[in-house]
């Protein structure tokens, strides 16, 4: 049964013992001498009795079904409140007039507010159980990262170099002749050479040097300075004191191993010049060597290295641009705008 029914129901019911309670202190007041008179004396061509009847009920109907429609209304109203609790932020209609519904309705808005407090707070501890879960695996993958580069290095890099070492000395103590095993084992040398750059290359990706503490003038020094006493290269730098932000100097930093690399493991250069330098608005960054060279163009489609070092130039606002030409070397440079910061300009 719902709310409309039952209220005209009420209605009716009420009408009937008012129409009641009123007829019968009326004849208790006003006795009647002959009471075939209620029927036969007609109103509007209906029976007197059976008119009061009708419209006392009527009246009884129309009171039950505007009350009835009254209550829906407010109870859908609430209804609506307490769906939008769930749904959105938008304040529902007010509900109506009635002190117990305003009440009721106070009481739905404070569980609304605890409910929008109690999914920000979910959400908050959702984020920063990622975060943190995140930071786990990133600190798991570089130590994993660090233990394998000592490994490599020292196990397979330095059997590499004792076997280099071993063959450079067979090589050198052997007569002159121009035979077939001779060639042999110098172009074994030249493997083992060979495979030690693409060693120190992986070691440079899985244990890249860090820039905690130190300005990107400094880490650059470090690790050209480290790589001098590693590999036989001719390496020279010029760089100016130039003041950048942590995440500009860290993007640029990883550019310039990400390119010695490449430089070690194809290049077969004997020379590598690197150059950090301010000239008007823009930081350049500049690494040549006289290696081998390559077709840029056929490289930057299949090489991930070359888009790596693409998207970490796109992300700071930068450009990098390479030239290679064959058996003359490859010059890259990557140049940054600097950008007037906030608190000076203020």
């Excluded at 009420?14 to 009123?22: E, G, K, Q, V």
């Excluded at 075939?36 to 007197?48: I, N, Q, R, T």
């Excluded at 550019?255 to 823009?282: C, G, P």
Aim: glycine share 4%; with cysteine.
């Amino acid at each position: 049964m719902n709310i409309i029914t039952r209220q005209i129901l009420w209605g009716v019911t009420t009408s009937i013992i008012l129409f009641a309670f009123f007829s019968f202190c009326y004849i208790t007041v006003f006795p009647l001498s002959n009471w075939s008179a209620l029927w036969k004396e007609e109103l509007m061509g209906v029976p007197f009795v059976l008119f009061l009847a009708s419209v006392d009920i009527t009246i009884g109907i129309l009171v039950g079904f505007f009350s009835g429609f009254s209550w829906k209304r407010q109870i859908m109203m609430l209804e609506e409140r307490i769906h939008s609790m769930v749904k959105s932020k938008e304040q529902s209609p007010k509900v109506g007039n009635v002190e117990e519904l305003i009440r009721l309705e106070n009481h739905i808005i404070d569980i609304q507010h605890q409910l929008v407090e109690q999914t920000k707070l979910s959400q908050k501890l959702v984020n920063e159980k990622a975060e943190d879960q995140e930071a786990q695996v990133q600190s798991l993958i570089i130590a994993e990262r660090n233990r394998l580069a000592r490994e490599l290095h020292d196990s397979v890099s330095q059997q590499l170099f004792a076997a280099s070492m071993l063959l450079s000395a067979i090589n050198e103590t052997r007569p002159e002749a121009n035979d077939r095993e001779t060639k042999q084992l110098k172009l074994v040398e030249e493997t083992i050479q060979q495979s030690q750059l693409e060693m120190r290359a992986l070691l440079l990706h899985l244990r890249p040097v860090a820039l905690k503490g130190k300005t990107l003038k400094s880490g650059i020094v470090e690790l050209l300075t480290e790589l001098m006493q590693k590999v036989s290269l001719d390496i020279s730098w010029k760089l100016e004191d130039i003041e950048l932000d942590k995440g500009i100097e860290d993007h640029l930093f990883r550019i310039l191993q990400e390119s010695v690399s490449n430089t070690l493991r194809h290049a077969k250069a004997e020379r590598l010049e690197v150059q950090l330098i301010q000239r008007e608005s823009f930081i350049i960054l500049r690494i040549m060597d006289n290696g081998v060279g390559f077709n840029v163009d056929v490289r930057k489609a299949g090489s991930y290295g070359l888009q790596n070092m693409h998207e970490r130039a796109s992300e700071i606002g930068g450009i990098l641009k390479m030239v290679s030409i064959k058996n003359q070397g490859t010059r890259l440079e990557v140049k940054v705008p600097i950008l007037e910061r906030e608190e000076e300009s203020q």
